[in-house]
C-alpha cells in the first residue's frame, strides 16, 4: 500500500530512470490534460511530500499526482512489450526508458514554483529532509486539537502530519500499546510524532517495508494484516473492525491482548 516511504521511494526512482534525459514520447491520459505536450521536454527529477509526487520537467512545469490506494510507476526497456492498459495515466520514454504511471490519482500540470500550493493543507511531511523541531512541534499541536478524537483517524489525517497510511497507523498503535480506537489524549503525543517519523525513516530506503526490525518473510509487521496469523509480539489473535466512515473507511487490526483501550 502506497504511504509515504513508497512515496519518496518512487519519486527516487523517477530521478533515477529519468532524470536528465529528454522525452520522446509523452502521454498523459487524464480529460484535462489529454491534449497537453511534453514530447522534448528534460525531466529534472522528481520529489514527494507526503503521499502526494511532482514529476518536474524543464520550463518550470510539474505534473503532480496521487498514488492513491494502489497507484505505481513501472519502467520498462521502450523496445519491448509493456504493460499499458486502461489502468495506464501516464506514459513517458525516453531514449533508453519507457515509464508508466498507473492507476495515478489526481494528476495535473502546474509551474513547478506553485507546487507548494497544492500541498499546503498538509501536515509537516515526516520524510522532509529538514525535519526540524518546529514541524515536530506543529505536527504535535494538531494532533491534539482534538484530544477525544479516535487515535488511528487523527494518524491517518494528513493535515496532522504527511505520509502516515493505514499500516503505519496500524503498527504505531500496536508499538504505543493502545488500541485505534483510544482518544489522542491517551497517548503521549510527542512520543507518537517521533514514532511515526522513525518508522517512515527506517523504512524510506528499504525494500521491504518492516516495522519490527526483524528478517524473513511474514516477519515484517506486529499485526497489520496478521488476522489469520495472529500477533507477531504473543501469537494471541488480531482482530479487526473498520474504523472512519464513507471513501476515509479503513479496516483496523490490534491485538487485543497487547493494546488494550477501546475497540
Known sequence: MPEGDTVRQTAVALTRELGGATLRRAQLRHPRLATADLTGRTVEGARSVGKHLFLRFGGDLSLHSHLGMDGSWTFHDPGRRAPVGHWTRVLLQTDTRLALGQRLLRLALVPTGEESGLVAHLGPDLLDPDWSPEMAELARRRLTADP???LGLALLD?????????VYKTEVCFLLGVSPWTPVSGVDPVETVELCRKLLVDNADRRQRSTTG???RGRELWVYGRDRLGCLRCGGPVLTGVQGSGTRERIAYHCPRCQPGPA
Open 158 to 166: 494528513q493535515h496532522v502530519m504527511a505520509g502516515v497510511g493505514n
Open 148 to 150: 477525544d478524537r479516535e
Open 214 to 216: 526483524q528478517p524473513g
